[in-house]
């Protein structure tokens, strides 16, 4: 059974600074996608990164470009989003996805992602 367990949300001032992990208890984790999707409130889920299988490529949302980093480590089979320069419009219940081998063009899809964590908020006041 796959399990994908998000920590690390919480409640920052705008400016500030938070890392998301995701672990997955995936057997051969370093072969899957990995995305990070957010869900802020009274909106669609919309997709903020992914990383592919080796860590080498990486994918962003326009809108956390430049502030946000997705990372993995492999051997520890977790996922991070590093998240600097939070703004209010960042809050929002983050989710981690997995799936294996998705092709880069389907990346910022949901519907690519089979495996899905239960989520962690983050609040970013003004």
């Known amino acids: 059974q796959v399990q994908l367990v998000e920590s690390g949300g919480g409640l920052v001032q705008a400016g500030g600074s938070l890392t998301l992990s995701c672990g997955a208890s995936?057997?051969?984790?370093?072969?899957?996608?990995m995305g990070w999707f957010r869900q802020p409130p009274g909106k669609q889920r919309e997709f903020v990164a992914a990383i592919g299988w080796s860590g080498g490529s990486t994918n962003y949302a326009d809108s956390v470009k430049g502030r946000f980093t997705i990372s993995r480590d492999n051997a520890k089979k977790m996922v991070y989003l590093q998240m600097n320069r939070l703004k209010p419009e960042d809050t929002a219940v983050y989710y981690c996805?997995?799936?294996?081998?998705?092709?880069?063009?389907?990346?910022?899809?949901?519907?690519?992602?089979?495996?899905w964590g239960q989520g962690t908020q983050v609040t970013v006041s003004s």
């Open positions: 996805a997995a799936e294996d081998r998705v092709g880069s063009s389907w990346w910022r899809e949901s519907r690519s992602y089979a495996y």
């Open positions: 995936l057997r051969t984790f370093s072969s899957f996608t």
